[in-house]
């Protein structure tokens, strides 16, 4: 029988090596001290690299025995998600090894603690934090060939509920990867279905409120049925997948991708492929997609581009515009550009992550890398036409405008500092810095609220959340109703009447508050609730809910 080695074995080799070392020199007098101690560290690193090479072969001898036939051969997931350390980034510190010991509850990850023994499980989780050897490709083909469109799947011709279908409202919870669907006015659970691992994005709604589409961070895009309360199919889109966007038509879902360097087309009907767009600059240098978002009055998708100082826009209309005659008009005939999906790329004059438009969606303001300030492009002309004043990485996706006096203005958290920012959307000037208890990520309102809710999500004071006057621009309440833990992320029913809090929390729950008195109505028990989303906010584009 042959036993393997632990790493505890290989220490003990390494150990005995530099002891032999040692004697050689203390016996051999022929052995000046600069060989003695030239062979002492060749051998030492040569012992090393040969207990790491052996670590790495038992870590993968031990996934292709235990975690392939779930995770995948080449580790980019199958039944269960993608093991790459672009997925596992959310998992830091002792987390990996711990969900290898003890698994994951609710879920099909069972424990291998009496598998494998502490150090074998120290070596898998240390491997899979390791890079692949060489980018994986993931095209057409690949992603036509994990689509699965559930046979017991049967559309209806109306809600098998009796709620108003414009009021319901899905709370996404990671805890245990599921979906509670609300009844906006009673606040009773319809449904809770499971999703695909690590959902990251928000869920987007097709144009009649109808079918949700659900991403998550390993690239499956799931389509659920809200009126029949059951899941139409799934497709892995990506490897590594950053958001989704839906087109104004409903005709297409967007998945902006990390690995591959690609954006993905989706037909919203059933989940085929209409294009994969490789991403690279008109230098062609390759680009991660940061994310991807919907501008329906110009019938495109605007991506942000992780790698590249350049906007792209990719037009799904039936009469794009048109490039190299004029900077964007429509026109029919000789000009007409072939391809159904044609791309604009924009340069810009810095990397811009994080994207917020205004309601015409002529203007596109970005945050700029560095955290300290932002841009505003005119995406008719193509240029930048004014500096953001927006120190400490504005959080620019969870903004909100609403009229203040004469004008527009909009909101936004800051990831770094305790500040949020208000700003006029004529001048692009900073009417306000208001201070905070500390960094937050989400903002919400409505248009039927005086009041506008931000969270503090990071630091010793992530159970506040901040009340805000609309026009005073004055915090007028602070709550906290869940001391110590994290109470982040706001959504509105859809007449605005009451507001949605989660506990973001394994043991968390969903509080309803009424939205006028500020007071407390219910609880609602939920694992993990992180985001909430009303269909009728989301697809009206509500000025109170981030696009």
């Given at each position: 029988?042959i036993?393997?080695?632990?790493?505890f074995?290989k220490?003990c080799?390494?150990?005995?090596t530099?002891?032999?070392v040692a004697c050689?020199?203390?016996?051999?007098?022929?052995?000046c001290?600069?060989?003695?101690q030239?062979?002492?560290?060749?051998?030492?690193?040569t012992?090393?690299?040969?207990a790491?090479?052996?670590?790495?072969?038992?870590?993968?001898?031990?996934y292709?025995?235990?975690?392939?036939?779930c995770?995948?051969?080449?580790r980019?997931?199958g039944?269960g998600?993608?093991?790459?350390?672009?997925?596992?980034k959310?998992?830091?510190?002792p987390?990996?090894?711990?969900?290898i010991?003890?698994?994951?509850?609710?879920?099909?990850?069972?424990?291998?603690s009496?598998?494998l023994?502490?150090?074998q499980?120290?070596?898998?989780?240390?491997w899979?934090?390791?890079?692949?050897e060489?980018?994986p490709e993931?095209?057409?083909?690949?992603?036509?060939?994990?689509?699965?469109?559930?046979e017991?799947?049967?559309?209806?011709?109306?809600?098998?509920?009796d709620?108003d279908?414009m009021?319901?409202t899905?709370?996404?919870e990671?805890?245990d990867?599921?979906?509670?669907?609300?009844?906006?006015?009673?606040?009773?659970v319809l449904?809770?279905?499971?999703t695909p691992?690590?959902?990251?994005?928000g869920?987007k709604?097709s144009p009649?409120?109808?079918?949700?589409f659900?991403?998550?961070?390993?690239?499956?895009v799931?389509k659920?049925d809200?009126w029949?309360?059951?899941?139409?199919g799934?497709?892995?889109?990506?490897?590594n997948s950053?958001?989704?966007?839906?087109s104004?038509?409903?005709?297409w879902v967007a998945?902006?991708n990390?690995?591959?360097?690609?954006?993905?087309l989706?037909?919203?009907?059933?989940?085929?492929?209409?294009?994969?767009i490789?991403?690279?600059?008109?230098?062609?240098v390759?680009?991660?997609?940061?994310?991807?978002?919907q501008a329906?009055?110009?019938?495109?998708?605007?991506?942000?581009l992780?790698?590249?100082?350049?906007?792209w826009?990719?037009?799904y209309?039936?009469?794009?515009?048109?490039f190299?005659?004029?900077h964007?008009?429509?026109i029919?005939?000789?000009?007409?550009n072939?391809?159904?999906?044609?791309?604009?790329?924009?340069t810009?004059?810095?990397?811009?992550d994080d994207?917020?438009?205004?309601?015409?969606y002529?203007?596109v303001?970005?945050?700029?890398?560095?955290g300290?300030?932002g841009q505003?492009?005119?995406?008719?002309?193509?240029?930048?036409?004014?500096?953001?004043?927006?120190p400490?990485?504005?959080?620019?996706?969870?903004?909100i405008t609403?009229?203040?006096g004469?004008?527009?203005?909009m909101?936004?958290?800051?990831?770094?500092?305790?500040t949020v920012?208000?700003?006029d959307?004529?001048s692009?000037?900073?009417v306000?810095r208001?201070?905070?208890?500390g960094?937050?990520?989400?903002?919400?309102?409505h248009?039927?609220?005086p009041?506008v809710?931000?969270?503090?999500f990071?630091?010793?004071?992530?159970?506040?959340?901040h009340v805000i006057?609309?026009?005073?621009?004055?915090?007028?309440?602070t709550?906290?109703p869940?001391?110590?833990?994290?109470?982040?992320h706001?959504?509105?029913?859809?007449?605005?009447?009451?507001?949605?809090?989660?506990?973001?929390?394994?043991d968390g729950?969903?509080?309803?508050?009424?939205?006028?008195?500020?007071e407390?109505v219910?609880?609602?028990?939920?694992?993990?609730?992180?985001?909430?989303?009303n269909?009728?906010?989301?697809?009206?584009?509500?000025?109170?809910?981030?696009?």
């Amino acid at each position: 029988m042959i036993r393997r080695i632990s790493f505890f074995d290989k220490l003990c080799l390494l150990s005995r090596t530099v002891q032999f070392v040692a004697c050689v020199g203390a016996s051999g007098d022929r052995i000046c001290n600069k060989k003695k101690q030239g062979i002492g560290l060749f051998l030492a690193s040569t012992a090393f690299m040969a207990a790491g090479a052996m670590a790495q072969a038992d870590a993968q001898t031990d996934y292709a025995e235990h975690c392939a036939s779930c995770h995948g051969e080449n580790r980019l997931g199958g039944v269960g998600p993608a093991l790459i350390p672009e997925t596992l980034k959310r998992m830091r510190g002792p987390r990996v090894a711990a969900v290898i010991a003890e698994g994951r509850a609710a879920t099909q990850m069972p424990a291998f603690s009496h598998e494998l023994d502490a150090l074998q499980i120290e070596e898998l989780a240390g491997w899979l934090k390791s890079p692949l050897e060489s980018d994986p490709e993931w095209g057409e083909a690949d992603i036509m060939a994990s689509r699965i469109l559930d046979e017991d799947y049967t559309p209806v011709d109306a809600p098998v509920w009796d709620s108003d279908p414009m009021n319901i409202t899905l709370a996404v919870e990671t805890g245990d990867h599921h979906v509670s669907v609300l009844d906006g006015d009673t606040f009773e659970v319809l449904d809770r279905f499971e999703t695909p691992f690590a959902v990251h994005g928000g869920p987007k709604f097709s144009p009649d409120g109808r079918y949700v589409f659900i991403m998550s961070r390993d690239g499956w895009v799931q389509k659920y049925d809200i009126w029949a309360l059951k899941q139409v199919g799934r497709v892995r889109a990506g490897l590594n997948s950053r958001n989704i966007a839906m087109s104004g038509d409903g005709k297409w879902v967007a998945v902006a991708n990390y690995l591959p360097n690609s954006l993905t087309l989706l037909s919203t009907e059933d989940l085929s492929v209409a294009t994969v767009i490789e991403v690279k600059s008109k230098k062609g240098v390759p680009s991660r997609v940061s994310a991807v978002y919907q501008a329906p009055p110009r019938e495109s998708f605007v991506l942000a581009l992780k790698d590249v100082p350049e906007i792209w826009e990719v037009f799904y209309g039936a009469n794009p515009p048109q490039f190299g005659i004029g900077h964007d008009f429509r026109i029919e005939g000789q000009f007409k550009n072939p391809n159904p999906f044609p791309v604009r790329k924009i340069t810009t004059p810095d990397y811009l992550d994080d994207f917020f438009f205004d309601q015409s969606y002529e203007f596109v303001m970005g945050a700029s890398r560095d955290g300290k300030g932002g841009q505003v492009i005119d995406l008719v002309i193509g240029h930048k036409v004014a500096d953001l004043d927006l120190p400490g990485m504005p959080h620019l996706g969870s903004g909100i405008t609403w009229k203040h006096g004469d004008t527009t203005v909009m909101a936004t958290p800051h990831l770094t500092d305790g500040t949020v920012s208000v700003i006029d959307m004529e001048s692009w000037e900073t009417v306000k810095r208001i201070k905070t208890e500390g960094p937050g990520f989400f903002m919400r309102s409505h248009e039927n609220s005086p009041y506008v809710w931000a969270d503090v999500f990071f630091g010793p004071n992530k159970d506040a959340m901040h009340v805000i006057d609309k026009q005073s621009l004055e915090i007028v309440k602070t709550l906290h109703p869940a001391p110590g833990k994290t109470v982040a992320h706001v959504e509105f029913t859809k007449d605005g009447s009451h507001a949605l809090v989660s506990i973001w929390e394994d043991d968390g729950a969903v509080i309803v508050y009424d939205a006028q008195t500020l007071e407390e109505v219910l609880r609602l028990p939920m694992r993990k609730p992180s985001g909430k989303y009303n269909v009728w906010n989301k697809i009206t584009f509500s000025e109170g809910t981030s696009h």
